[in-house]
């Protein structure tokens, strides 16, 4: 499967840009217009607890427009950096009284060197992703379904001319504070010209975060395990491991998450890049 690579080192206006919400989100003091002393416009504590858990819950029937900024360092053939948007927009729709369907979507917006000079900007390649899950849950909370890669790429750099399916799953509880599972998912190329490189890739995602107290502040850890199939020996799998920080908190009345995590690749393929920091922003819409 042909995957994208690196960028220059000099930061990306949308690294910067998303960098500065965060520090603009969590500083701004109280009485500036997104902080309101009026509870009608604030919510309690608890309401930002139980927000914080929806929003880790990949199932949950929160509407949510997530905004995940990856800069990845010293990746490619150049050893250069890579910045990657993912716009991941998450619809929940209620089918039957017993079971809902979660429609997400993941769109990479990306930017990366053109060879030693000049950039190449544009899209990636689309996923679409479809988990059916049951209404009321207990203990233990899943949901599956197929997935599909199309290809929307505006370059042929950014991605391959390749469709691809596959199945897709998650698994996850939460006790307390905690909110645990993994995301798992198979991907094959199924169409496309039969001189691009075939796609047999497996993604698993392990996620912990820990709630403190009912802040809204928590603990994060969501590595993007991955395994590509037909790469040369040696070259098949890459393995982050980090974490990070993140805190749900109202722009007036607009639910959002911030979260910032910095994850080292200690397994990757030749041309993988060293480290990855991560940068998310997600509009969050309860019902």
Excluded: C
Aim: proline letters at 8%; charged letters at 15%; a neutral charge.
């Amino acid at each position: 499967m042909k995957q994208p690579y690196g960028s220059n080192r000099s930061h990306p206006f949308s690294f910067l840009f998303l960098i500065g919400l965060l520090s603009l989100g969590l500083v701004a003091p109280a009485n500036t217009a997104w902080a309101h002393k009026d509870e009608d416009h604030h919510p309690p504590d608890h309401a930002e607890h139980d927000l914080a858990k929806a929003s880790q819950n990949p199932v949950s029937s929160l509407i949510s427009v997530p905004f995940e900024n990856n800069y990845n360092v010293d990746a490619g053939p150049y050893d250069k950096a890579q910045n990657v948007i993912n716009i991941k927009p998450v619809v929940p729709i209620s089918l039957t009284k017993d079971w809902n369907l979660i429609n997400r979507v993941i769109l990479p917006v990306i930017s990366q060197p053109r060879g030693f000079e000049g950039r190449r900007n544009g899209l990636g390649d689309a996923t679409y992703q479809a988990f059916f899950t049951p209404a009321k849950t207990g203990k233990w909370i899943f949901g599956a379904g197929p997935q599909l890669q199309i290809p929307t790429h505006t370059n042929d750099s950014l991605g391959t001319k390749k469709w691809g399916a596959g199945p897709t799953a998650v698994v996850l509880t939460m006790p307390g504070h905690w909110v645990t599972g993994m995301l798992a998912s198979q991907m094959w190329d199924f169409g496309g010209p039969s001189d691009e490189p075939d796609i047999n890739l497996t993604v698993l995602q392990p996620f912990a975060n820990y709630n403190i107290g009912k802040t809204g502040w928590y603990l994060s850890s969501a590595p993007v395990i991955t395994a590509n199939w037909d790469a040369k020996s040696g070259d098949e799998w890459n393995v982050p491991l980090g974490g990070g920080v993140g805190k749900i908190m109202h722009w007036g009345k607009q639910a959002v998450n911030l979260k910032l995590a910095g994850y080292g690749n200690v397994v990757r393929p030749t041309h993988g890049a060293n480290y990855n920091i991560q940068l998310s922003l997600t509009f969050m819409f309860p019902k």
